[in-house]
């Protein structure tokens, strides 16, 4: 049984490391990163709140969530009245949750109109391969509108 244990811990351990695990300090807390590559990136704007509903870090509004994907080194982690705070690389504050903010970035899989979409799961299983992780269910409710590939971000002024 110690056997079977141990390579389960182990299978588990090497998986873990080829996914894009959350950097936040709540391990329940959907937020996902992946690796930061050189080149161009998608530079449409995106101005709305930063929301967490069911464990969840979203973009957007009622109607038109948006489950971002953050780079790598970026951090979530609560400040001392329980709001959650975006950081980037740097430690500077990008996002604050309930406030309105600005980033670059485009849309990775949208899943509205759905007569003139691709497939929710189609979309979902291909960024699910980029994260090396599955979305959270409880991320993608029906007013969810799709992923967001964050771009450039700058800090949060006061």
């Known amino acids: 049984m110690k056997r079977l244990q141990w390579f389960a811990l182990a299978v588990g351990l090497i998986l873990a490391g080829c996914g894009s695990q959350p950097e936040s300090s709540d391990p329940e807390l959907f937020f996902p990163t992946k690796p930061e590559q050189g080149g161009a990136s998608m530079d449409a704007l995106?101005?709305?709140?930063?929301?967490v509903r069911d464990g969840c870090v979203l973009i957007g509004g009622a109607g038109e969530y948006s489950v971002p994907i953050w780079w790598e080194g970026f951090t979530a982690e609560r400040d001392e009245s329980d709001r959650l705070v975006v950081r980037d690389g740097d430690g500077a504050v990008i996002?604050?949750?309930?406030?309105?903010?600005?980033?670059?970035?485009?849309?990775?899989?949208?899943?509205?109109?759905e007569d003139r979409v691709e497939p929710r799961d189609q979309q979902l299983r291909r960024v699910e391969e980029l994260l090396g992780d599955p979305i959270p269910e409880r991320c993608l409710g029906p007013d969810v509108y799709g992923v967001w590939s964050v771009g450039e971000t700058e800090p949060l002024s006061s």
Request: hydrophobic residues 40%.
């Open 95 to 113: 996002a604050i949750e309930g406030r309105t903010f600005e980033m670059g970035g485009g849309y990775v899989a949208e899943f509205q109109p």
């Open 46 to 51: 995106f101005r709305g709140p930063l929301v």
